[in-house]
Structure formats: structure tokens, C-alpha cells
């Protein structure tokens, strides 16, 4: 069995302490959290509360990993100058939260169409350095046509602590659309993280991107993988069910990849 966590959205009625100690009680080994305004809002949190949180997820053994960002990479480069210095501080303060409740990433959303300005951006704008690393996660399709990939592939060599979060509906998506598999690869070379992420219609049509990255896990490379569940009925007991199945699917991809029986596969 290997390690699979889960993302925060994919159960609701759960305040963080409750969101622990469920997870807990549950044997989920890891939690990412969605951060911004839309979710628990941590950058506007107490220090206090944020150290209480901490000191929650080691006492049960439910680390908090990652939190999610409702910022938009475009936010940051892209756009007029008050939105981009706006964007970089909420950046800012949501690192420093996630660094108190022990994270070691923040994710930021790229759903605008990369083109015009801020294609031209992607090239030419810095990214903040936090004190924890960045994960960007592509959602827009054209994120996978040759110029978008270039810029793309320019700003994570020009910024060493950034990285992708890959998500498999977003990329099945975007496979189909631009490419196929040839066009995922130098994408999932860069990914630091997997949600498996079921909508309610299950995970088998996600096989070809989950398939590479079991391969590369396969070959080594630590990728941490979380379920992110975002069907109609997200109670606890609907969420630990959906959890259970994408946990065992993922299993029979990654069992599939594995080199021989001594592989051990690495988180």
C-alpha cells in the first residue's frame, strides 16, 4: 500500500481540528489544505491558531503538507501593477502560514489562457521566492501547445524552488486536446505532486497520465500523491469511500509499473 493523501475540498462540514482528527481516526497519512479566501482563509488566521493547528497534525500524525493558493500565476505576472503587488503579498502571507503549520509547498492556480502579455510574462517576470516552495498546477489547456510549454518551461528554469502540481482531469483534458502523450511527458517531469482527481464519473479515463507518473515513481522519483475528490455528496462518509477506491486504483496503476517484486516504492 502506498502513501495517498487528501486534498481538503473533498469533504465538507469539517473545520481544520475536525478535518484532523477525522483524518486521524481514518488512517489518512497526509492532508493538503486549500488556503485561500474560498477555503480556510489561513493567511487571515491567528499565529496562534496556526501553531495550535500544528501542534494538532503531529499529536495525531496527520502532517499537513501543502496548501492550496486561490492565486492565479497570471496574478502575479501579468496585469496591472497594484493587482500584481496585491497578489504577491497575499502570496506572502499565505507562505508564511503554511511554513507555521509545517507545509513545504504552496500551490498557485493557472487557469488563465497563457497568451498576449503574459505569455510575454512568463519569460520575463520574476516569481517570489517564499520560504516554501511553489507548485503551479496547469488547468488551462493551451498550457500544453509548444509556446505556452516554452514560457512555461523558461520560468520553472529561471525559479528553482518552483514546480508542478499535476492534476489528472485537468491533464487528460488537455492531453486530448493538444498532443496526446508526447506533449504530458516534459510536464510530468516536473510535477512534485499528483491529485487523482475524481468528479464522480471515477478514475479510469485519468489511466494515461497516472500511468507516466507511476512510472517515474517507479524509477525514483518522489511525487506525492493526495485524492481529490469533488463529486455532488462530499460528507465524511461519502469522501471516505470515494478516498478508499482512488487509494486501491492507485495501487493496481502503481503495482503495474513496478520493475520487480524487491522495488520499494518511494512517497
Partial sequence: ???????????????????????AREQIPLLHLRGGPRGFDLARRAPALLTGL??????????????????DLA????????????????????????????????RLLARTEPAGTYLHALHDQPLPDPPVGLLVEPHHPAWLQPAAHTALAALLAGTPRLRLL???????????RHGGDGVLAPLLDEAEVLHLSD????????????????????AGKRIEVAVEWTGTDRSPAACLHRYRA?????DRILHQRSPGPHHSTPR
Avoid: C, F
Fill in 1 to 23: 500500500m502506498t502513501t495517498v493523501g487528501l486534498y481538503s475540498i473533498s469533504v465538507r462540514g469539517l473545520d481544520v481540528p475536525g478535518l484532523l482528527a477525522w483524518a
Fill in 54 to 71: 500544528r501542534r494538532q497534525a503531529d499529536d495525531v500524525g496527520v502532517p499537513i503538507t501543502g496548501v492550496t493558493a486561490d492565486i
Fill in 75 to 106: 496574478d502575479l505576472l501579468a496585469g496591472p501593477p497594484r493587482a500584481r503587488v496585491a497578489a504577491r503579498a497575499e502570496l506572502d502571507r499565505l507562505a508564511e502560514a503554511a511554513t507555521v503549520l509545517g507545509a513545504s509547498w504552496v
Fill in 166 to 176: 499535476a492534476d489528472t482531469a485537468q491533464l487528460t483534458t488537455a492531453s486530448a
Fill in 199 to 218: 468528479d464522480g464519473t471515477g478514475l479510469n479515463k485519468h489511466h494515461r497520465v497516472t500511468a507516466q507518473v507511476a512510472a517515474r515513481i517507479a
Fill in 246 to 250: 482512488a487509494r486501491a486504483w492507485w
